[in-house]
């Protein structure tokens, strides 16, 4: 079947107070954090599994990839700051030992220059 160009020609242009009634159509923007329609490509057997458990808990799967990935986020932050209190805990006692084997050279140091 052929597809016949449509002709607009007849159809009156809209006037402003049209245009000001227009509204957005779609889902809309809900909360704080409106959430951003991406496109992604998932292995079969990754979706067939999301889609699996957000059924199994009553979710859309979308959301539920949504969670997991929050989760990781919030779990990779949580490790970054333990690990960066981790380091810092470490610096402390090394730093704190250098001063005191510092301190200890500079009193043998100074008994052996200068001895009493």
């Not at 998932?42 to 989760?71: C, F, G, M, T």
């Amino acid at each position: 079947m052929k597809r016949r160009k449509i002709d607009f020609s007849e159809i009156p242009e809209l006037s402003e107070e049209q245009l000001a009634r227009m509204r957005r159509v779609g889902r809309p923007a809900r909360g704080d954090r409106p959430r951003k329609l991406i496109s992604i490509r998932l292995d079969q057997r990754v979706l067939a599994w999301v889609k699996a458990v957000a059924s199994e808990k009553d979710r859309p799967y979308q959301a539920l990839i949504n969670h997991i990935l929050e989760k990781e986020i919030r779990d990779q932050a949580f490790f970054d700051l333990a690990m960066e209190r981790a380091i810092r805990s470490s610096l402390k006692i090394v730093l704190n030992s250098m001063f005191l084997l510092i301190q200890s050279f500079l009193l043998i140091t100074e008994s052996v220059i200068a001895p009493r």
